[in-house]
């Protein structure tokens, strides 16, 4: 069945950067657009972006671009999503969502990855 | 952006009887005669899981016991019954436009 296998929590310092990892399984990998999804618990649910893993191509909330980057490596079927210059408020949890073939929704979601940013 | 108004914030509903839950859009989310208006259950410490998309339609696995529906711009998500294991949070989601967005939450819980 459709996994998407997100890495592990994070701790790192303000300034610095972290890359998160969504590895799919169970179906084509580029057949499906991959959605990243930000949930704290004063902002609910925030759409970062979305990624066709296919192309490469992106589109990106304007909340976070210069943020976020996201990016694809095929040969693994991973999709990775790197965060630069941390501060608190980006400490959240991390969503992977993978958009449904035909319709814009999201059908299959990895576990969350946590990132807290702290010095 | 569309703004999703969902409501209440949180629900208390007996055991077997029905809760009903609203998100209202800022502007249309309608493309070809269809609404592009979805609707998650997130359980507590678990991940978002969708139940209804394109207003209606449910998910597969999805019992009838959930339900989506429309009026104008108020979309609204009924259970009933409810049961114990529908604890959670409902959140609406549009797919319209990017950026995506989602309503604030509304949690439910058993009175």
């Known amino acids: 069945q459709v996994q998407l296998q997100q890495s592990g929590a994070e701790l790192v310092k303000p300034g610095t950067s972290v890359k998160l990892s969504c590895k799919a399984s169970?179906?084509?990998?580029?057949?499906?657009?991959m959605n990243w999804i930000k949930q704290t618990t004063g902002q609910g649910l925030e759409w970062i972006g979305i990624?066709?893993?296919?192309?490469?191509?992106?589109s990106y909330n304007v909340k976070f671009k210069g943020k976020a980057t996201l990016t694809v490596d095929k040969s693994s079927s991973t999709a990775f999503m790197q965060l630069s210059s941390l501060t608190p408020e980006d400490s959240a949890v991390y969503y992977c969502?993978?958009?449904?073939?035909?319709?814009?929704?999201?059908?299959?979601w990895g576990q969350g990855a946590s990132v807290t940013v702290s010095s | 952006n569309i703004v999703l108004t969902q409501s209440p914030a949180s629900l208390a509903v007996i055991l077997g009887q029905k809760a009903t839950i609203s998100c209202t859009a800022s502007?249309?989310?309608?493309?070809?005669?269809?609404?592009?208006m979805h609707w998650y259950q997130q359980k507590p410490g678990q991940l978002p899981k969708i139940l209804i998309y394109?207003?209606?339609s449910r998910a597969p696995g999805i019992p009838a016991r959930f339900s989506g529906d429309e009026a104008e711009l108020n979309f609204t998500l009924t259970i009933e019954p409810v049961e114990a294991d529908d604890v959670a949070t409902y959140y609406c989601?549009?797919?319209?436009?990017?950026?995506?967005?989602f309503g604030a939450g509304t949690k439910l819980e058993l009175k």
């Open positions: 969502a993978r958009k449904d073939g035909y319709n814009p929704f999201m059908d299959a």
């Open positions: 169970g179906y084509t990998f580029t057949s499906n657009h």
């Open positions: 990624i066709n893993p296919g192309s490469g191509g992106t």
């Open positions: 502007e249309s989310v309608n493309k070809f005669g269809i609404n592009l």
């Open positions: 394109n207003e209606f």
């Open positions: 989601q549009q797919g319209l436009t990017f950026p995506l967005t």
